[in-house]
């Protein structure tokens, strides 16, 4: 299982690292894809995916291609605030003529699933658009995997207190402070290990320190909400695509919640 496990980070780490290096059209392509996946995967523990694809699965994974689209179209916030809007209406739309098919959780659930999976991730790719973005998306993965990885080996050597005892019993408050300061110190040699080669200016190691350090306090958040999905659903992983880790959501569980906040982070230290 360890080997499995470690063969198929690796391959994750490799595509992922090559989809950022090319961006554009490619990153584009690969955030598309595990998008509709993830929310085929949440859909299917929420409920919403039945037995062949139904007019509400539909809708949904239509509203996740139509906002992707918009992220190549243009930039304007208010163009992908439209279609989430939009995509609301086509489920209510799915509810009404359908009804009593679907249930009311379901219908919530459609929507949630689009914003809580294509939404957040989409992230990943206005990061990657921002000056010197192709650097910044590695702040996304050092405050999620590389916190987790941090917090995982100081939890293991001095873990005491349980941070959530109920959600997840392994978690210790001891582990999460590691995690923090260590992501705030990948962060900071991130900046020094590159610095000869990103361009952008004011990408200093204590900018990378403190974004990564609030990214890591954050991604508990998701690591934690994922598990309490799983919980409530009586799930033990979303999926089997990626062999040793599980499904795309739980592998992506806490990069969900870091990618809007690294980039609004960065926009905010580059104003």
């Keep these: 299982m360890f080997k499995t496990r470690l063969l198929s980070g690796i391959i994750l780490v490799l595509i992922a690292v090559l989809s950022i290096a090319a961006g554009g059209p490619v990153l584009f392509a690969v955030l598309l894809g595990i998008s509709l996946i993830g929310v085929f995967e949440l859909y299917r523990a929420m409920g919403v ?20 689209l918009t992220l190549l179209w243009t930039k304007s916030e208010s163009f992908s605030t439209m279609v989430i809007l939009f995509t609301l209406v086509l ?60 917090a995982y080996c100081v939890g293991m050597l001095i873990g005491k207190h349980k941070m959530a005892p109920v959600l997840s019993p392994k978690k210790s408050v001891e582990g999460g402070i590691g ?13 020094l290990a590159i610095a000869g080669l990103n361009p952008a ?30 919980r409530n659903k009586e799930i033990k992983d979303y999926g089997t695509l990626i062999p040793g880790h599980g499904g795309i ?11 809007p906040i690294i980039y609004y982070l960065s926009v905010f230290f580059m104003i």
Excluded at 49 to 55: D, I, L, R
Excluded at 179 to 191: F, I, M, N, Q, S
Excluded at 215 to 225: F, H, R, Y
């Design 91 to 150: 489920i209510m739309c799915v509810y009404v003529f359908y009804y009593p098919r679907y249930r009311a959780e379901q219908i919530m659930a459609a929507l949630f699933g689009m914003v809580y999976v294509a939404v957040m991730l989409s992230y990943i790719y206005k990061t990657r658009n921002l000056e010197g973005g192709a650097w910044l998306v590695g702040l996304i993965f050092l405050s999620s995997w590389g916190s987790d990885t941090c």
């Design 201 to 230: 200016e004011g990408h200093t190691p204590l900018m990378y320190a403190l974004i990564c350090a609030v990214g890591a306090l954050i991604s508990m958040v998701g690591d934690l909400a994922a598990s309490a999905i799983k």
């Design 249 to 259: 959501l739980d592998r992506f569980d806490s990069v969900i919640f870091t990618a």
């Design 179 to 191: 995690g923090v300061a260590g992501a705030a110190l990948l962060g900071a040699l991130y900046a």
């Design 49 to 68: 995916h039945q037995k062949g694809f139904g007019p509400l699965e539909i809708a949904g994974y239509s509203g996740t291609v139509l906002y992707y």
